[in-house]
């Protein structure tokens, strides 16, 4: 399982909402994050895509 396809997982969307973790905000630091790593590491920035968009699921409520 990749980190995009985690941050749109029901079950984790599910306990980020009941700890009150924005997921768009997680993702945002996730891929600044990679960013620095990859440009102190000298890595291909091919590898810090992440999608831009948080699917929403069945089951979950909010936005």
Do not use: K
């Amino acid at each position: 399982m990749t980190i995009d396809q985690l941050l749109n997982d029901p079950l984790t969307l599910a306990l980020m909402r009941a700890d009150g973790v924005d997921p768009v905000s997680l993702r945002t630091m996730l891929t600044g994050q990679a960013r620095r790593l990859a440009e102190t590491r000298d890595m291909p920035s091919i590898l810090l895509t992440f999608s831009d968009t948080v699917m929403p699921h069945a089951g979950i409520q909010g936005g």
